[in-house]
């Protein structure tokens, strides 16, 4: 899993929608 820095920015969308890409792009390698 790639560790990502605190962002307090982020909204609960963004960051699930970061996690879904992490996972496709972890998933394609």
């Known amino acids: ?3 990502l820095p ?3 920015n982020l909204t609960e969308e963004e960051i699930q929608y970061v996690i879904e890409t992490v996972r496709d792009f972890e998933d394609a390698v």
């Open 1 to 3: 899993m790639i560790g």
């Open 6 to 8: 605190n962002h307090p």
